[in-house]
């Protein structure tokens, strides 16, 4: 009896078995996996742990096959997560791979790998190169060279892609050294291994060794040309970026925009232009952006703003850094309208708002004139990082709400945020214009003594243009004697209008003559130091510098007005 009864249930079993595995064979979407999971539930709690742990080890095998949706990744932590302490190193390396595919998801590699080792599963020769991608792209260096030391206690030093994966890692890091002594010990390069060198001398400008690799290595690919060519780009060696850009055969969007880019940071807009005129097809939506964000800081605003409506036109995706050079280029027009239409553009959803935007955003609204709109922006960012405080600063310090801007200053100090100087030129500014003469003469001290940071001619024109305001014109000129070489045509025209606005003849003398030598050519100067002479009732004097400014056949600039 019990041997009948023991085969009934065998083949009871089997038929289930043969059931389940159909059902998995059979499922062609996440929904039917899902289905079959519950009916895994529901049948195979009767059935020994071993049968279970099978079962949904195979169901997760297949569920991995959809893990490019994120809610599927998190369905599948979810199902791997029920199979306590898992044995498979072929389970726990698929996870960490999926993890892999999703930027938001690096650090759980890491962590999930970090799961594995206590669990005293072993890892495959896939587990380190994949949690050694994620530990690059983190970038997490620690853990990477405690990957580093696992790796060689399983003895997986010599695996290929394991090398790889730890010379592609150090790169990335700009652990130039490291990289070079895993290049060094590898007994088989590929193209993917000296593309790797290649792309850590690039990354931390050693343009020199990598050339020395690229002219000596033997198969090149399309990426080792980019990585070429975007290395001597962001060198700004356009000279020998165009010399591999026009003799490589398959351009792609990464050599366009390196280019351009390139270009642009050099000011040569033409040849940047002409690299983009240069595309086949145009489709892609960085070369765009680029080629936007190229005029945008060269101060072709007008070109950039018709770049961006091309663009829209033509249906290609506006990305953060097309909308970034669109806002900016608004900005340096003060095109009220062009600014609503943006902000129209981005409450539809054409681009992710991005902190990077909206900082872009309040600087636009501010020299569109609307402090309100700019303070809107700011107050409604969820993450605020040293530019957001420092353009808000300078919004309020440009529209005259100088103690908003003295108080935010005060407030992202205890944000823990540190300011950079330009953050330090807007609250001196502030401090300036209000006659805050203590609060800005300690903000000075603060910014060179506290946070390190050097004064620039900026920072002097504004101390200068502090105390003058105040009446302190031989404090102020102590301050230029003491700092002449940082002294600029800004700083000495700082003291000359104090100068006038307080009669100092003597110094407004002293303030001219280093202004002629700096720029002969502006008549403003000339201006205010007749207004000087005038101050005084000093006619005579006065008569000689417009005398001079007819002859030099300058004219006197000209009044006009910023409203549309």
């Known amino acids: ?27 062609k979407t996440i929904d039917h996996l899902k289905q079959t999971h519950a009916l895994f539930l529901k049948l195979l709690t009767q059935q020994p742990p071993h049968h279970y742990h099978y079962f949904m080890g195979r169901l997760l095998h297949r569920v991995f096959h959809f893990t490019g949706e994120k809610a599927n990744l998190c369905y599948a ?39 594995m080792h206590q669990n005293g599963v072993l890892p495959s020769g896939f587990t380190f190169s994949s949690v050694l991608s994620a530990c690059g792209r983190v970038p997490a260096l620690f853990e990477g060279k405690q990957v580093h030391a696992r790796v060689v206690q399983s003895g997986f030093l010599g695996n290929k892609i394991v090398q790889t994966a730890l010379l592609d890692m150090y790169a990335k890091f700009g652990c ?27 990354k931390v400008g050693m343009m020199v060794d990598a050339r020395w690799l690229f002219d000596n290595m033997g198969e090149r690919n399309s990426f080792t040309w980019t990585t070429m060519v975007a290395g001597y780009a962001n060198c700004e060696d356009m000279k020998a970026a165009k010399e591999l850009y026009d003799v490589m055969n398959d351009k792609n969007e990464v050599t366009w925009v390196a280019m351009i880019a390139g270009y642009g940071k050099l000011g040569n807009v033409s040849e940047a232009r002409r690299v983009f005129d240069g595309i086949p097809v145009l489709q892609g939506a960085s070369a765009c952006a680029a080629m936007l964000a190229c005029y945008a800081q060269n101060g072709y605003a007008k070109e950039a703003i018709d770049m961006y409506e091309k663009t829209r036109e033509a249906k290609i995706k506006i990305t953060e850094v097309a909308m970034v050079g669109a806002i900016s280029a608004c900005a340096q027009l003060r095109d009220i309208r062009m600014s609503n ?63 908003d801007a003295i108080d935010l200053f005060l407030k992202m100090q205890r944000e ?114 007749t207004n000087t002479y005038a101050s005084k009732d000093n006619w005579e004097r006065a008569e000689e510098v417009k005398k001079l400014i007819s002859e030099k056949g300058m004219k006197k600039p000209s009044g006009y007005s910023l409203f549309q």
């Open 1 to 27: 009896m019990r041997t009948f009864t023991s085969l009934f249930s065998q083949s009871r079993s089997t038929k289930l078995k043969l059931r389940l595995e159909q059902l998995l064979n059979a499922a």
């Open 77 to 115: 932590h979810q199902l791997f997560d029920t199979i306590p302490n898992c044995p498979s190193s072929f389970l726990w390396t698929s996870l960490i791979r999926a993890f892999l595919s999703h930027h938001a998801h690096f650090r759980h590699c890491i962590s999930t790998y970090a799961r």
């Open 176 to 202: 130039i050294s490291d990289a070079r002594d895993v290049f060094d010990g590898m007994d088989d390069r590929d193209v993917v291994a000296w593309t790797a060198m290649i792309c850590g001398y690039a």
């Open 341 to 403: 239409t943006l902000t129209d553009h981005l409450e539809e959803g054409c681009c992710d708002r991005t902190h990077i935007v909206s900082n872009a955003l309040i600087h636009m609204h501010s020299k569109c004139g609307n402090i309100n709109l700019a303070w809107s922006e700011f107050s409604t960012m969820r993450f605020r990082d040293m530019y957001t405080y420092s353009a808000m600063i300078a919004a309020f310090a440009e529209h005259g709400k100088s103690q």
């Open 416 to 529: 823990g945020l540190k300011p950079n100087h330009v953050t330090f030129i807007s609250v001196l500014n502030a401090c300036g214009s209000s006659g805050h003469i203590e609060e800005g003469c300690r903000f000075f001290q603060i910014m060179t003594g506290v946070f390190g940071i050097e004064p620039l001619p900026e920072h002097y024109a504004c101390i200068v243009d502090l105390l003058g305001r105040a009446g302190q014109l031989e404090g102020a000129y102590d301050l230029i004697k003491e700092n002449a070489t940082s002294a600029d045509a800004t700083t000495w025209g700082s003291l000359l209008a104090a100068c006038r606005l307080y009669g100092n003849v003597e110094l407004g003398e002293i303030s001219a003559r280093h202004l002629f030598e700096i720029d002969p050519e502006d008549s403003g100067n000339y201006v205010l130091l």
